[in-house]
């Protein structure tokens, strides 16, 4: 302890001279090429806004074409051009569209848009650090992602449109540029993008690992750290074990495309020139394995961060402390070391072997135990709690709900026999959406919320709010749960027209009722980020330190912390960040002394 303490000494010494010298900011320096963490979160954050107004609006465009599959929507063929010519999107762009849809939604905003956020924003202010481990990687991690972001964003303007092969982007389809136009220079932009993204997501990680294990200040034991940290610390922990794979997938396609190699190709026979491919030996198997190895962390990569977001702003705002930290912590371990076991149950109808898919099967229904744990915990948090309803806190409450009932759908679909009826029907859309996508926004919109006034020093509009959460709620509900019924009755994925089928023409009036509802909800998120950025210019200010009365310790920096954070030195920790509703006290900052006569930590 004694050798840690001088550690940070010398490293708090060298921050302030390192302060001193670069007092002069330049436009660029301080907004451009800055190596502030907080700076770097607002530059994931808004780019993640843009993406996920883009990744909303292909979903939108679909949502016409499934919706009103007989209609001609002429402003579609003023804003696209060739890709909807009369009005109606053309069948390949419509391919595109979920392709793009699914890729920016999962990667750009849920995966780089929330961990580079709350990673960089919250891990040096939660833990007691001036800043990153490495505030130079930071940077790159984000000039990494934003470079990806616009090969993604060039690759919907190339004349054969974008990469088309669904967001798993399966070969043979993405591996043979003659099999669509979406296979040609579309998808090796996307190829290209996703790698660069792959690189951002190590960088950051690294970071994020290094500063929670090696920068926490005196006092702050890992058993004291809020669970945001801990959950930002198994995302990161994720990312760097799964995300090289992905890379490696990426590559072998690449190869597979441009260098003649035979990784995912075999003599696969082709229409269009009557012959078969002078390939040898490949398996497209090989690819699905490579994906899902990450594909099924990556879900976690997503839902990790949320969860402990949720847990902060529950505990906060239900003036009592969370229920089973170390559960807690141990059930994100179970997770995050399930998540790596479980990736062949994306591959049940791929002809695996029955008895390696039971093994998974048994594996894949065992991530039920932790997550019901953690779900148990959050509901006993709000038992008789003195809950004040912020928008932060309404949001949280949703991200419960929507995970208990999308949560339920996996058993479903984890269950081999079953899957192979549900796999690739909108059972399998209706669960992944509500499980993962939409309870991923509401975790992000409830820390959003919530550390808002930390960010910007103002808050967000509260009436907004409550319309923005009681609207995409309910809306989420409408949008997705009769899906599941689409799903048991055999509805597949993916088509873009379901007139021609007598068995499923029953389901018209319901997609056009679906597509309706996406449309109002997807006019409330433009709310929201008008709401964002009003606030953030125009906003009510926030007037004292700690306006939520929380314990953590990023609520003891000036209202308007500057690059360090903490003017003169850095506060030690004495408690852990759940002390609420102690003592007749109604709640107590880490920072505060144990007293003579208080109840142990833990004890209430």
């Not at 004349?159 to 798993?168: E, I, L, R, V, Y």
């Not at 190709?265 to 269009?272: G, K, R, T, Y």
């Not at 309870?439 to 006034?453: D, E, I, K, Q, V």
Request: charged share 10%; net charge neutral; proline share 4%.
């Amino acid at each position: 302890m004694h050798g840690q303490s001088e550690v940070i000494t010398t490293h708090e010494v060298h921050h302030d001279e390192h302060h001193g010298h670069h007092h002069k900011e330049t436009f660029i320096t301080k907004y451009i090429f800055s190596q502030d963490h907080k700076m770097i979160a607002k530059q994931f954050l808004v780019t993640g806004i843009i993406w996920a107004i883009i990744g909303g609006l292909f979903s939108v465009l679909f949502r016409l074409q499934l919706g009103f599959p007989n209609e001609t929507f002429p402003f579609l063929e003023t804003i696209l051009g060739k890709w909807a010519e009369g009005g109606k999107l053309n069948p390949e762009f419509y391919y595109a569209l979920t392709t793009m849809h699914g890729t920016v939604l999962v990667f750009f905003v849920l995966t780089a848009g929330l961990s580079g956020t709350f990673s960089n924003f919250l891990i040096p202010l939660q833990v007691g650090a001036r800043d990153m481990a490495s505030p130079f990687m930071n940077m790159l991690s984000f000039w990494f992602f934003f470079a990806a972001s616009i090969i993604m964003i060039a690759s919907l303007f190339v004349q054969t449109g974008p990469a088309s092969g669904g967001w798993t982007s399966y070969p043979p389809l993405s591996a043979l540029g003659d099999a669509s136009e979406g296979s040609k220079i579309g998808m090796d932009l996307w190829l290209i993008a996703m790698a660069l993204f792959v690189v951002n997501s190590l960088l950051g990680s690294l970071n994020y690992i290094s500063t929670i294990l090696n920068m926490r200040t005196k006092g702050m034991s890992m058993t004291r750290v809020p669970l945001t940290i801990w959950a930002l610390l198994f995302t990161a922990v994720l990312g760097v074990l799964s995300f090289p794979v992905l890379l490696s997938g990426f590559i072998l396609l690449l190869f597979d495309r441009h260098a003649g190699t035979s990784f995912y190709l075999s003599d696969i026979f082709l229409a269009s020139t009557q012959k078969a491919l002078p390939n040898e030996g490949g398996s497209a198997i090989l690819y699905q394995h490579l994906f899902w190895f990450l594909g099924h962390p990556e879900v976690y990569i997503i839902i990790l961060p949320t969860m402990g977001l949720v847990s902060d702003v529950m505990s906060a705002n239900a003036r009592k402390p969370i229920f089973g930290y170390m559960a807690m912590v141990g059930s994100m371990f179970a997770i995050a070391v399930l998540a790596f076991l479980v990736w062949a149950h994306h591959m049940f109808v791929t002809g695996l072997n029955p008895f390696l898919g039971a093994f998974f099967v048994l594996l894949t229904l065992l991530i039920a135990v932790p997550s019901a744990i953690k779900v148990f915990n959050w509901l006993t948090t709000l038992w008789k709690g003195n809950l004040r309803f912020t928008p932060g806190m309404l949001f949280s409450i949703g991200f419960v709900s929507l995970f208990i009932s999308g949560g339920l759908t996996g058993i479903f679909l984890g269950n081999s026999t079953l899957d192979i009826h549900l796999h690739d029907t909108y059972f399998v859309i209706a669960h992944f959406h509500i499980v993962m996508g939409v309870s991923a926004f509401f975790g992000m919109f409830a820390g959003l919320y919530h550390w808002f006034p930390k960010m910007f020093g103002r808050f967000m509009n509260n009436t907004l709010a409550y319309i923005h959460f009681w609207i995409t709620l309910v809306g989420a509900y409408l949008i997705f749960w009769p899906m599941h019924y689409q799903g048991l009755a055999g509805v597949p994925r993916r088509y873009l027209d379901f007139s021609g089928w007598a068995s499923f023409n029953q389901f018209d009036g319901l997609n056009r009722f679906i597509s309706i509802v996406t449309i109002i909800v997807f006019a409330v998120q433009l709310l929201f980020v008008f709401n964002f950025f009003y606030s953030m210019f125009k906003g009510r200010r926030v007037r004292t330190q700690n306006p939520w009365g929380a314990t953590s310790l990023e609520w003891t920096t000036p209202i308007n912390p500057g690059h360090g954070n903490w003017e003169g030195e850095i506060p030690e920790v004495h408690r852990w960040a759940y002390d609420y509703g102690k003592d007749g006290r109604e709640f107590i900052p880490q920072t505060e002394p144990v007293g003579a006569n208080e109840t142990p930590e833990g004890k209430h």
